[in-house]
């Protein structure tokens, strides 16, 4: 009998600590079914990150460094200037990567890194309890923006994979969504073309995923999945915004 | 042995890092230390290595934790505001306990400051710098040829106990030229380093950290760091004393002023007076035996600084009561000139300047002159 699912080789059997609902647990699936499919586990290392993904080499089998909050893209670039041949990636939260590390993605973008970053977007801070990050939308109410964010006091929703499709060093830069089975298929071709760049030596490439948050946003994981939906989508558009097949 | 060459301290430091084995190196322009970046730039690719200018000093202290966790051997140069900027990747290095050398060719501040030599980072480097229970191993050349040996060594220092090393030089020695003999290195073998993220072929995955949420935990790895410092502290402390035999004085002092001091010292013997010179080559761990095999003799001592007083702490904490201690200081960039020191130094035998837990009420010991 063949078996047609099962636990990548590349996710630890271990029961994680994220919230019931919450997306990070596909987007740590989809990595692991890539780093399998791809024969690179052993040659991976990957960066965590602050916030909720913190803890994500608990779950996912490869060697890991712990970076200080935003500076994953630092911390990779040193990792793969050290070993350019092993595949470095970097899991990177709204708040880590589009607020307090944008000077370190930028940069990892406009110099051409051979990296792989996966950016999880949920326009909120997780892990802090729910304060409102660079991605959260107007009139989204977090701990922070109590009344709703407010655009003349607290400024627009960054869309960051369309600045970083801006830089001549990005090859390959996405936003795919994990709301729905055929977007999750999606966002796995996604993500395994940001490795297979890496390994043909194609140079800087980062995947969106608009992600959900169910314990922030004070909606059930059904709820979330419909607010990503009908919310998000409009503000943060899925597609392929650098290194379509072809370019 | 080569034969002397004259350099630029800067770039003789650069240089000596190559010897030792350094193969990558990451930093941002500051000045008064341009010349480091600006040697590796040239001379790392002709070794096979990388130099990597990167967007802050945030950054480059990063990509340093990234590369020593992949077991390079790394290097990373700046000067005091840089230096302040990197403090959380340095705390993060001493947590993660992964070896690297800093270099701070420092200068006057606080803020932007100036660009002229200064003493004022002693308490950054020394006291942790960063948040938490840390250390960095500290060396304080004084020329440099010192700054090149030191250079070599801090680099297996800092292997051997998995610990950030920093070489804390000033502008003077970064810009100054002197003949530089470089030992030998062509034996130069790197340690194996097993605990590298170099991938899990054939192994259990390896992990680079610093987060222990569990309190328990936390408190253990702790008092574990705690441990390896003291192993530091029993094993690596270094400094030289200068006619500590005969002398009832002393003058104190590293780097740069330390040679003022030696000047001073060898002027105030041939008149006759019993002066000796303590020099800290390390300035963590202090050299507390240096002052304990003389105080028991010493009518006092001289704490003479590129600041307005921050090595004198150390000192008084090594002489414990047992003899007065002074201090005189410059700051800015304001390099004490040899006069002015042997001016305090007479002072201090006649009796005419406060000692230093007075000297803060009085403001009297280091107003410029």
């Known amino acids: 009998m063949k078996p047609i699912y099962q636990r990548p080789k590349s996710l630890k059997q271990v029961v994680t600590h994220y919230c019931p609902g919450c997306t990070h647990g596909i987007a740590h699936r989809l990595l692991a079914e890539v780093i399998d499919e791809l024969g690179i586990q052993g040659k991976t290392i990957g960066v965590a990150s602050v916030g909720c993904s913190v803890f994500a080499y608990n779950y996912i089998d490869v060697d890991f460094q712990q970076a200080a909050h935003g500076r994953a893209p630092a911390v990779a670039t040193g990792i793969k200037r050290v070993l350019p041949d092993r595949i470095v990636f970097t899991y990177q939260g709204d708040g880590d990567l589009a607020s307090i590390g944008a000077a370190e993605i930028v940069h990892a973008a406009a110099r051409g890194e051979n990296i792989t970053v996966i950016f999880i977007n949920n326009a909120i801070y997780g892990m802090t309890g729910g304060q409102m990050a660079p991605t959260s939308l107007l009139g989204q109410k977090t701990t922070t923006s109590p009344a709703g964010r407010d655009a003349r006091a607290q400024g627009y929703p960054l869309r960051v994979s369309e600045l970083i499709a801006t830089i001549e060093g990005a090859r390959y830069v996405a936003r795919f969504s994990l709301h729905n089975p055929q977007n999750i298929q999606r966002a796995k071709q996604g993500i395994k073309k940001a490795f297979s760049n890496q390994i043909e030596g194609k140079g800087f490439s980062m995947v969106e995923l608009l992600s959900t948050c169910s314990t922030n946003w004070g909606l059930s994981p059904q709820n979330a999945l419909k607010w990503l939906e009908e919310n998000m989508l409009p503000v943060y558009p899925l597609g392929e915004f650098k290194g379509k097949e072809g370019e | ?369």
């Open chain 2, 1 to 369: 042995m080569s034969e002397p060459v004259l350099m630029k301290g800067n770039e003789a430091i650069a240089e000596a890092a190559i010897r030792a084995g350094c193969r990558f190196f990451f930093g941002y322009p500051i000045t008064p230390q341009n010349e480091i970046p600006e040697y590796m730039s040239k001379r790392l690719p002709e070794v096979g290595g990388v130099f990597l200018q990167a967007e802050s000093e945030v950054s480059s202290i990063n990509m340093v934790y990234g590369a020593a966790g992949a077991g390079g051997r790394v290097l990373i140069s700046s000067s005091s505001p840089g230096i302040s900027l990197m403090q959380e990747g340095i705390s993060y290095l001493a947590g993660s306990e992964l070896p690297c050398v800093i270099v701070n060719m420092s200068r006057g501040g606080p803020g932007l400051g100036g660009i002229q030599p200064s003493q004022a980072d002693y308490f950054q480097a020394t006291k942790g710098g960063g948040h938490g229970d840390y250390r960095l191993i500290v060396y304080g050349p004084a020329t440099i040829q010192e700054a090149c040996n030191l250079m070599m060594k801090a680099f297996d220092v800092a292997d051997k106990y998995r610990n950030p090393v920093m070489v804390l030089g000033d502008g003077m020695i970064g810009q100054m030229m002197e003949p530089v003999v470089f030992p030998d290195t062509s034996e130069v073998r790197l340690p194996e380093k097993p605990w590298a993220t170099t991938g899990n072929e054939g192994r259990k995955s390896n992990l680079i950290s610093s987060i222990i949420l569990d309190p328990e935990e936390l408190d253990a790895h702790n008092w574990r760091l705690q441990e390896k410092y003291n192993r530091i502290r029993e094993n690596e402390v270094m400094y030289e004393v200068a006619h500590g035999d005969d002398s009832e004085w002393f003058l104190v002092a590293y780097g740069t002023v330390a040679r003022i001091c030696r000047k001073v010292m060898e002027q105030a013997r041939k008149n006759g007076v019993k002066v000796g010179l303590i020099r800290p080559i390390t300035l963590w761990p202090f050299p507390d035996k240096a002052f304990k095999d003389v105080v028991h003799k010493a009518k006092g001592f001289l704490c003479v600084e590129m600041s307005t007083g921050q090595m004198v702490e150390d000192v008084r904490l090594a002489v414990n009561g047992k003899a007065p201690v002074y201090f005189y200081g410059r700051t800015g960039g304001a390099v004490p000139n040899p006069k002015s020191v042997e001016k305090r130094l007479y002072e201090m035998i006649s009796g005419k300047t406060p000692v230093v837990s007075d000297y803060w009420e009085k403001r009297g010991g280091g107003a410029a002159e």
